[in-house]
């Protein structure tokens, strides 16, 4: 059995999170919990304290290839998406009671190879991808800089490190 987050209390923002599956069979609660708690905590750390929705799509590697080659002119396939709906999440927050960040696609079979090639855990792999992609909807870039990118990696061991995954 996989473990879940334990350690980590999230904040009390309400966090709407829709589930859908292209590809693939029910990956387990577990694996949507700690899915769950790695997007509260990327918003806690960001100091999110608004309602937020985000919409998350467990795939497999089929699906993320054509979607990385439709969206991003890249012909193989990628671990996660991310699909942000504001560019600015400041205007957005002022004008809906509830902030859509946007839609995270994350490749459960991306995720298991690249765990097993780094040796630690897929859940430890999909909460990363998870904080890595809600970064993203937020405004973070790590394709803009070598600067951005180190802000980003630090971030992503910080709120890792919080849910007490490293």
């Keep these: 059995m ?10 009390k923002r309400g966090l709407r999170i829709y589930f859908s599956l292209e590809g693939v069979s029910s990956p387990g609660y577990d694996l949507l919990i700690n899915i769950r708690r790695a997007v509260e905590a990327a918003l806690d750390y960001e100091k999110i304290i608004r309602d937020c929705e985000v919409s998350v799509t467990l795939c497999d590697t089929d699906a993320i290839h054509r979607l990385n080659l439709e969206y991003r002119g890249i012909d193989r396939p990628t671990d996660v998406l991310s699909f942000p709906l504001n560019e600015d999440i400041e205007t957005a927050a002022d004008e809906l009671p509830e902030i859509p960040l946007g839609d995270i696609v994350l490749c459960i079979d991306k995720a298991k190879e690249q765990a097993a090639e780094l040796g630690h855990s897929f859940i430890r792999e999909a909460a990363f991808l998870a904080i890595h992609s809600t970064l993203h909807l937020l405004g973070y870039d790590h394709e803009r800089s070598s600067a951005d990118d180190e802000d980003m990696c630090k971030r992503q061991r910080e709120i890792i490190e919080k849910l007490g995954l490293e």
């Design 2 to 11: 996989a473990k879940i987050v334990g350690r980590y209390k999230p904040n």
